[in-house]
């Protein structure tokens, strides 16, 4: 089935192909300047340090609905070996394989691609089995580190957590920064709470993944509109799930890495971060979430902190 003229009429609006140049692979991570990070360290006022990675471990949020996209196995390769002979010094080391997308992380700009294009419209072949993503891997996007932006969407309607068919819409956005008081601006890293993961931490890794509040294949002109650096959220699928427009899957994931070249990520634990925001009365902090660096990779784990 060919994408709808919907999807193409946003995807014209949202383009930034050739924006920093033809050669450009880190898209709308271009709009964190100097500037902006020295700004960003000036919301530091309390020192207090929220993570917001799930722990990595082999019962996480994948079910294997996704085919090969496995949790860790975490696997001792030594335990206490004295390399050097026999009373020297002990070492144990580990070994772990798992799906890049497992648990908490960034996509890159090439984890999707649509109508046979990545972003910045080079060829979706130049993905291939043994080099991975020759463009746009995530080894090129560089430090990710800016100021944060909660938009609470869920304690802004008074709810612990939105219901499962609820599709984000720019209003519940404008809604949210209103409730937090702040006005998203150029180079923000904005983080869209839903409350989805309290379904994961409660036990039921099913139930988190399907069926879900997401983002609406509307809000990616929001996001450009103000010249969003990235933005993740606390569900599997980062979009709403099943999709809000019939057989039109995975819409926002080609909008926002595609068509905008907008870093997004997936399974952030929000929770401690929406109360210490609360209890603080502010919702803008500084936000550090390096990707690791593998090469050639579509994705990555990522262990972000917010220090407000």
């Not at 870093?263 to 971060?273: I, R, V, Y």
Request: glycine share 10%; hydrophobic share 40%.
């Amino acid at each position: 089935m060919s994408l709808p003229p919907e999807f193409h009429s946003i995807a014209k609006c949202v383009n930034n192909w050739g924006r920093w140049g033809s050669d450009d692979e880190r898209g709308t991570l271009n709009h964190i300047t100097d500037a902006t990070v020295r700004e960003a360290v000036a919301e530091v006022r309390s020192g207090l340090r929220v993570p917001l990675a799930l722990p990595l471990r082999q019962d996480g949020v994948q079910t294997g609905v996704i085919p090969g996209r496995i949790n860790p196995l975490h696997t001792m390769v030594q335990i206490n070996q004295e390399l050097f002979g026999p009373g020297t010094v002990a070492c144990s080391d580990d070994a772990v394989t798992f799906g890049l997308q497992a648990a908490t992380h960034w996509d890159a700009l090439t984890h999707v691609s649509h109508s046979g294009r990545l972003y910045n419209g080079r060829p979706a072949d130049t993905i291939t089995a043994h080099g991975g993503a020759g463009f746009s891997g995530i080894d090129t996007t560089g430090p990710v580190l800016s100021r944060g932006v909660l938009l609470d969407v869920a304690r802004a309607k008074g709810l612990d957590r939105l219901p499962g068919g609820h599709a984000v819409t720019p209003q519940d956005l404008d809604e949210a920064e209103e409730f937090a008081g702040v006005t998203v601006r150029a180079g923000d890293i904005v983080l869209v709470r839903t409350g989805q993961i309290q379904v994961y931490l409660s036990g039921d890794r099913h139930a988190y993944g399907y069926p879900s509040p997401g983002l609406s294949v509307r809000t990616p002109q929001w996001f450009h509109a103000r010249d969003v650096a990235a933005v993740a959220n606390d569900t599997l699928t980062f979009e709403i799930f099943p999709p809000e427009i019939e057989d039109l899957w995975l819409p926002v994931h080609a909008l926002d890495l595609v068509e905008m070249g907008m870093l997004q990520g997936q399974n952030w634990n929000l929770e401690a971060l929406s109360t210490a925001c609360a209890e603080a009365s502010r919702h803008t902090f500084l936000l550090s979430a390096m990707p690791e660096p593998f090469v050639g990779a579509t994705g990555t784990p990522v262990a972000p902190v917010a220090v407000l």
